[in-house]
């Protein structure tokens, strides 16, 4: 019988730390319901004392999943705990508390201002008075690997006894060696009185791209839970990436048999969503859900997988739910397929929904002779977002002559039925359509982040725009895509606004 590990997700929390990886509510629950799908044992909602959104956004997504446990982030402090309490107490499965406390001399000294007692005393208090309204309670020992081995089992048996039912090592800065963190996780194994009553975590970071082997090297000394990020978004160089340690744990069978519940089909879907609603997206070598993952490009190594996947693929790419062009869909395909093949990708979607983008498929294969899974999905991503849409496009116009300014005339259509039109000028097509949204919305706002991609390849690919707007310090993503560059960036631009106004 293979040895169950615990996924403890964080993208919601950590990686939604990340620099330009925040999430408004409404997306942060599309992730929330797909995490749930995905299997994952334990979803960290959000930190909620640290802002009311974040308290309202685990308040909502708590409400809403049943599969998963949800948990909320504390300092050892009362308030935070009674934040936690607010944002949990009506969750619709046995939430969780996670407390936190540094315990390495450098953290003592210098953040915390504490003597080890202290910080012993502290951890303790708040597991005792988190116990008290939640069963599930975890504590992590910021900056364990950094920690003195002895004191952090010393803490460890100290929360155990209060309460505590998970105890986790973070090596916050990613300072540690695989070898090394493994031995750590065995040596609080074997030197933590009570630990039997608790299951060890892990939760490592990337700064020297060591992450997924410290997390694996965890699991191999004991840890019964792993604690990673979608894409392994997180703050700095990251957390570890949960594709990776699933996969390593499922195609190697290493550790005793050691795998997750986690249903592999469902990567590269959710991983997909993270990166539309974030903005910001892997790296094309990434393992297991890169671009290029699974592309073979030397004629040696086709040759070798025309013959047999097996040569060089290591793992087959529908085992994490790649889409694969079996049929190919054009201007003559019909509703059935179409609808199909939506289904097949992981799309279910609303009969409206489904309505709406055939019309935009139909559209899309009299530009381009054949459309890709990758196409079909760009377009069901669009409007799977489910963002109440204030503003549409109506029409544009953009006139652009070398070495002079543009100009731009955008139409929006209002959801209250009237419309709006505005023509600005600016350095290019872009910023001229952007500024006469911004007279249209009467809302000006700072465009922080705007990046465009080609989503197949080939002269007929699709546009694909990336934005992320700020006003008053909060901030929404919106995407956009089209086979014109220039509507795919006002449809990222307008669906941003969307989300600000939703
Ligand atoms: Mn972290």
Not at 148 to 165: H, P
Not at 232 to 237: D, F
Not at 295 to 317: C, D, K, S, W
Not at 456 to 475: F, L, P
């Amino acid at each position: 019988m293979a040895r169950i590990i615990r996924v403890f997700d964080t993208t919601l929390r950590d990686g939604e730390q990340a620099p330009g990886c925040s999430m408004n509510v409404q997306e942060k629950i599309d992730v929330a319901k797909k995490l749930e799908q995905l299997g994952v044992d334990v979803i960290e909602a959000g930190f909620p004392i640290s802002s009311p959104g974040d308290l309202e956004s685990v308040k909502t997504i708590a409400g809403i999943i049943k599969g998963s446990s949800v948990a909320g982030l504390c300092r050892s402090l009362e308030k935070d705990i009674d934040a936690a309490r607010e944002a949990l107490e009506h969750a619709a499965a046995p939430p969780r508390i996670h407390i936190f406390l540094a315990t390495s001399p450098i953290h003592m000294e210098w953040k915390l201002k504490m003597k080890p007692d202290e910080v012993l005393e502290q951890a303790v208090s708040a597991v005792t008075y988190a116990k008290k309204f939640c069963s599930d309670i975890e504590y992590s020992a910021e900056d364990a690997s950094r920690s003195d081995r002895d004191f952090l089992c010393k803490v460890f048996a100290a929360v155990i006894k209060a309460g505590a039912t998970t105890v986790n090592i973070p090596d916050t800065t990613g300072y540690a060696m695989p070898a090394e963190f493994g031995d750590l996780v065995k040596y609080v194994a074997c030197h933590t009185p009570g630990i039997e009553k608790a299951v060890i975590s892990c939760h490592v970071h990337n700064d020297l791209g060591l992450a997924v082997a410290n997390s694996l090297s965890a699991i191999g000394g004991g840890a019964g839970q792993v604690e990673c990020t979608i894409n392994g978004i997180g703050e700095r160089a990251g957390n570890a990436s949960l594709e990776e340690i699933v996969m390593a744990l499922r195609v190697r069978n290493m550790f005793w048999d050691a795998d997750t519940k986690v249903d592999t089909t469902q990567i590269y879907n959710v991983s997909r969503l993270v990166t539309q609603v974030t903005g910001v997206k892997v790296q094309p070598n990434k393992a297991i859900v890169g671009e290029n993952a699974f592309a073979h490009e030397a004629g040696v190594h086709q040759h070798g997988v025309l013959a047999n996947r097996a040569t060089y693929e290591i793992m087959t790419p529908e085992s994490i739910g790649i889409p694969q062009n079996r049929m190919v869909l054009g201007k003559h395909s019909g509703r059935h397929a179409f609808d199909e093949r939506l289904k097949e990708l992981g799309f279910s979607l609303e009969q409206a929904a489904l309505d709406g983008i055939f019309a935009q498929f139909k559209v899309l294969a009299d530009k381009k002779k054949v459309v890709s899974d990758r196409d079909i999905e760009a377009l069901a991503m669009g409007v799977s977002a489910s963002i109440p849409e204030t503003w549409t496009l109506d029409t544009w116009f953009v006139n652009s002559v070398s070495g002079l300014s543009s100009t731009s005339t955008v139409k929006l259509r209002h959801k209250d039925g009237t419309t709006r039109k505005e023509t600005e000028v600016g350095d290019g097509p872009i910023e001229a359509a952007f500024k006469a949204i911004d007279r249209i919305t009467r809302k000006p706002v700072r465009l922080e982040l705007y990046e465009l991609g080609a989503i197949t390849g080939g002269k007929t690919a699709q546009g694909e725009t990336m934005v992320k707007i700020e006003r008053d310090g909060k901030r929404w993503n919106g995407r956009g895509v089209s086979t014109d560059i220039i509507e795919s960036s006002i449809k990222a631009y307008v669906a941003a606004i969307n989300a600000m106004e939703a």
